[in-house]
């Protein structure tokens, strides 16, 4: 896709990016180890201000357990296509910190390393003693972050499988191998992770993930404006139209339904623009309007690629989808298929997936969308939460007893 910056806005962020981490950063506080977590840092892979979903709602509800950071390093590139949506610092709870780091860590190794010198700085100025700290940590990127302080607790969550992406360092398995050596507790979003992942880090505590059940179950929000009109039907995508989507699958699936608009809400970040008449990319909304949006769908779809990196996705946007009483339509996803085979119309190939599709229009699928419902009330995000918190509570436990003896 085209920039939406210029290459001179990118050099004088980056320079001034640069120079920031010459400045001297605090000393370290240090301190016995707590009977209980005094805070929690989420370091994360996921920016504050991008796409919403799993870490924003555990650092959210975590917050209103004990103070909670959340830590999301920001590269220029992405401040400058987020414009007004970046801000530096937001006091919450939880705290958020964005700190700028230079772009291009993934393709090398020397700016991989400043921006790491980044991240320690930026955790140092948080002015909080590590060793009475839980580190919940998404990426396995920055293994210096678990080497060179000495966290109360390091939780290595299982977001996704950012190792195996196309995007990640030509190091990155090396990365990981670093990063999960020093981690205390293994949770994971994924059934598909849990199980696969064992292996290398033994017990995984699968996390299924939640949803705001009646922010789209209650939702009565007028139409949003920007939402395709004069097309027989309305099939709808959240999320991040990025490459884990099938695009020649949404392509050919469009081309063969030219009466129905596919309307795709979040940050595009495709090689390529999607081709169709009827195909709608409305970019990045904030979380809180994506019910209105869900509540006028006819369809919601779940069009990944199953390749590698792909298979590890449990969807958050089918519990949202299923609350809003929209049928979902998705690829075999292993956790689709496994968790939610009967809650949504499961199709490979672009002939399959456009009728069921037509089936879903044409109401065929409203014992799909019923059973999809009563799953989506009883998976909450304060559920899930409570389950994690329980855990970091009994590793810490365990912690203070082997460090007393």
């Known amino acids: 896709m085209a920039r939406s910056y210029s290459l001179a806005s990118l050099l004088i962020h980056s320079a001034g990016t640069a120079l920031r981490g010459l400045v001297p950063a605090p000393r370290l506080i240090h301190a016995d180890r707590s009977a209980q977590p005094e805070h929690l840092v989420v370091f994360s892979q996921v920016l504050w201000h991008d796409v919403w979903g799993r870490a924003q709602e555990i650092a959210t509800r975590l917050a209103e357990r004990l103070p909670v950071t959340y830590l999301s390093p920001t590269p220029v590139h992405r401040m400058l296509e987020m414009r007004g949506r970046w801000r530096p610092g937001e006091e919450g709870p939880p705290r958020v910190r964005c700190p700028l780091v230079l772009p291009g860590e993934y393709r090398s190794g020397l700016v991989r390393r400043l921006n790491a010198g980044h991240a320690l700085r930026e955790v140092r100025r948080l002015r909080a003693a590590p060793e009475r700290t839980v580190l919940f940590l998404n ?16 939780v290595y969550d299982w977001h996704d499988d950012f190792a195996r992406f196309p995007w990640a360092p030509r190091s990155a398995q090396a990365l990981e191998r670093r990063t999960l050596a020093h981690a205390d507790l293994f949770t994971a979003g994924t059934n598909f992770l849990a199980q696969s992942k064992r292996d290398r880090c033994g017990d995984i505590h699968f996390l299924q993930n939640g949803v705001r059940h009646e922010a789209y179950a209650e939702c ?138 037509r089936r879903a229009v044409g109401g065929e699928l409203s014992d799909v969308v019923d059973r999809a419902r009563v799953r989506a009330r009883q998976t909450s995000w304060e559920s899930m939460v409570q389950r994690l918190w329980g855990l970091i509570e009994s590793a810490w436990t365990e912690g203070v007893a082997v460090s007393s003896r």
Request: net charge negative.
């Open 139 to 154: 990426t396995p990127f920055v293994p210096a972050l678990v080497e060179r302080i000495p966290w109360g607790l390091v």
């Open 220 to 357: 009565r929000a007028s139409r949003p404006n920007d939402l395709p009109s004069g097309f027989e039907a309305v099939v709808g995508f959240i999320g991040t139209v990025g490459d884990q989507l099938d695009v020649d699958l949404i392509e050919a699936v469009a081309r063969a339904l030219p009466r129905f608009a596919f309307a795709l809400i979040g940050p595009v970040r495709l090689g390529r623009p999607l081709r169709g008449e009827n195909i709608f990319t409305l970019g990045l909304r904030p979380h809180t309007a994506l019910p209105a949006y869900v509540r006028h769908f006819d369809v919601g779809l779940i069009p990944y690629t199953t390749g590698p990196g792909s298979e590890a996705i449990n969807p958050t946007k089918l519990l949202e989808y299923a609350s809003a009483g929209v049928p979902t339509v998705s690829t075999p996803l292993p956790d689709v298929v496994k968790m939610f085979g009967d809650c949504a119309a499961i199709a490979s190939g672009a002939e399959a997936f456009a009728e069921q599709i």
